[in-house]
């Protein structure tokens, strides 16, 4: 095990936790934390403390921290006052704590607390601990079942890795991975990081077997030259999406009061984005598509784009976000056209964007998303509108002919073969190297009933856009990338 996944062991993969300010009272964050840490069974022990020895759901808890065997807990969650910290600190290296994570408010994101979050940052070292935070709201390990964070949610397993100085935008990104099912190794609200900085945070991430693309949110960085170093390092081995804040002078005001941060001047930032291959992203909604994608899709090997759509619009607006965003959106190649009007009757679009209009039959599709990815002449591919037929299957089994006048049938094919489409779109990606990313508005507007397209994507194992703009906006970041380690003397992965 390499120096960096020894140091964060303690801290991503504890055998034990203590868990301070458990108490009988739901509401309290020591009591949240172990009610977290328990609901979503966590595989090592946990070692919950209150002071005068009450039971909290159901489980006993412990006077002191003395009582916590030696050797059996090598994290320490802190949601106490300030004042009493380092006290219960000194206690926890007694029995062997080699980290902690510190969600205590009154540190360094205000003067009256910057002595005390430098006499934190000295403990650990004197003690020789790992210190988390402080003013942060948690963190998550979903290889060992870890849920030590003072809110929700708890995302599915999956290859993503976060970090970020707001515990808010931790929980934004995990409620996306909720939504989508492309979930998240490890998550962590680093607060004021006054000894963990992002860029160690990273370099872990980086070497981290179970992390395959990192996802971070920043306010302000304090050592500059050692951020560009270990970013650029991070993106040699696997991408890296940076979402900032702070930019704008009300933004960096909110920055120094949120987490005590100094904002950096935001175009020297976005040089060192570039310098470093880091995929910077304006929202939050923006951020997360970019990290799924990079998590799902194999990279592009250039910007030669083809548009595969059920409806001329989407394919128009889309088109021109293409070309905004860089994207070379290429003629439809003579064989491909040739080949294609083979299969469906004339009235189709010839050109890129391909549209069938309605011309398809039942293997059409399948067939269509095959030859494109198969093409020489093709690096990436954007198919719009999946589950419009089995919106309409919805339709009728909701209306009060169903399932009559053989609306049972017409109904159960079209649900049948949008969820068939999606998984074709992810087996041809698969099969031919080239990601296939699949937009419809319908993975948002027919939650209520589950469209079978947007439910086959997640099923296939990949993000379904609500737009063409962005899968755009996520594919124009990997095509990025995917340049940057050309560049360096990579190559794209598949």
Known sequence: MSGVLERFAPLFNPRGIIVTGVSAHPGKFGTVTFHNLLSRGYE????????????SFGHPTLKSISEVPKGRADLAFICTPVSVNEDLLRECAAVGVRAAFVASAGYGESQDGLEAERSLVALGEELGMVIAGPNGQGLISTPVSMCAQIVAPYPPAGPISIVSQSGNLVSSYMNYACLSGIGVSKAISCGNSAQLELADYLEYFAEDPETSVSLCYLEGVEDGRRFLEVARAHSARKPL??????????????????TGALASDDRIFSGVCRQAGIARAETIEEAYDAAASFASQPLPKGRRTLLFTVAGGWGVLTADACV???????????????????????????????????GETRDTIPEVLELMASHPDVDAIIYLGIGIQAAQAQMFRSGPFWPDHGLDRIGGFHETQDRRYALAAAEASERNCVPILVASDLVYTDRDYGNPGPLGVRESGRLCYPSGHRAVRALSHMVRYSEHLQRSGGAARC
């Open 324 to 358: 905004r965003a860089g994207l070379d959106l290429i003629p439809l190649p003579d064989d491909l056209r040739s080949k294609i009007d083979g299969m469906v009757p004339s009235r189709w679009s010839r050109s890129n964007p391909i549209d069938l209009a309605g």
């Open 241 to 258: 999406v940076v979402m900032r804040g702070g930019v704008t002078r009300a933004g960096k005001s909110a920055a120094s009061s949120h």
């Open 44 to 55: 090592g022990g946990i070692f919950p403390i209150n002071r005068e020895g009450l039971e």
